[in-house]
């Protein structure tokens, strides 16, 4: 039987700020019915009330923590409970941090590894059944550009991120005979939140002019989901950044980042 996208839902994680509630929005906005998961909290809540009288569209919300083992499974009972029929599945939620490697304890690595990638693979899986069961079906996973370089004092955040990009390009070219697309978004510096907000302001231009909002982020990166863009690189700059990347040597790239993120990571 196929679905209209009245009957259909987009599941995302991570939607009560930041990018993960401007993506909520920008699907809300096409008249998408919208599934959000993010840590329990009253933003949450805020937000599903928010989208469902805004745009008239059915959001069904739920507060479970990511990190956990037992949370993936919830999340799955969550969507049978209610019989949602998920055609979209967009893994936003992420950590990340800025900081000398050994700034951050094992405890905090343990929790972005945790959350930047198994989640994100753990969560794909248990809801690919549901994805297959429609004949056109989406899974959006958040990236971030570190996830193409070495990026020294985010060593671990840039490593969880290349996981994220090279899993769902080869996802992508597994499933390119299915109904099911992969793409990967891969955004430069958003001011997401305060913390981001304070590390923009400690790098230099390029780092200042590239950034953009969440909302700006958003919209471009459902409009090139629906177009199935592959990988998606918001805004102008910072594709013309990859395409400098393709001509300029390995170690100059590499002494460029290198001082960007350590003057940012003496600044914090
Ligand atoms: N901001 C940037 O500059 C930037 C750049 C490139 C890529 N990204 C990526 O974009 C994604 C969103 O980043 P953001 O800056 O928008 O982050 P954010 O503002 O911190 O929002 C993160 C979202 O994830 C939720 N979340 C955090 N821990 C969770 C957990 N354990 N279980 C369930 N949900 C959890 C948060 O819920 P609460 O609000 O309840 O805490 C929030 O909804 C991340 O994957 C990030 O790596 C960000």
């Avoid at 969880?160 to 955004?187: M, N």
């Avoid at 590239?210 to 990988?231: F, G």
Wanted: net charge neutral.
């Amino acid at each position: 039987m196929k679905l209209s996208t009245k009957d259909v839902f987009t599941l995302i994680t991570g939607a009560s700020s930041g990018i993960g509630k401007a993506l909520a929005e920008a699907c809300a906005r096409r008249g998408m019915n919208l599934a959000l998961v993010a840590l329990p909290g009253a933003e949450l809540s805020e937000t599903a009330d928010y989208l469902r009288y805004t745009y008239h569209v059915k959001v069904y919300h739920l507060g479970v923590d990511l990190t956990q083992a037992e949370a993936y499974e919830e999340v799955l009972e969550w969507i049978n409970q209610h019989h949602l029929p998920v055609n979209m599945l967009i893994n936003n939620a992420g950590i990340g941090c800025t900081g000398a490697f050994e700034t951050f304890s094992s405890e905090f690595y343990f929790k972005q590894i945790q959350l930047n990638v198994v989640a994100l693979t753990l969560l794909t899986r248990l809801m690919f059944s549901e994805l297959k069961k429609h004949p056109k079906a989406y899974i959006f996973n958040v990236g971030s550009l570190s996830g193409f370089f070495s990026v020294p004092f985010k060593d671990v955040y840039a490593a969880t991120k290349a996981f994220v990009i090279s899993f769902s390009e080869s996802l992508r070219h597994e499933l390119q005979d299915t109904g099911i697309h992969v793409s990967v978004l891969c955004p430069g510096g958003v001011n997401s939140n305060a913390e981001t907000a304070k590390r923009l302001k400690h790098h230099g231009w390029f780092a200042q002019a590239s950034a953009l909002t969440c909302e700006q982020v958003a919209e471009e990166a459902i409009e090139k989901l629906l177009q199935k863009e592959s990988v998606v690189i918001p805004g102008r700059w910072n594709r013309l950044f990859m395409m400098l990347d393709k001509i300029v040597p390995a170690f100059i790239t590499n002494i460029i980042i290198r001082s960007e993120f350590k003057r940012c990571a003496m600044a914090i």
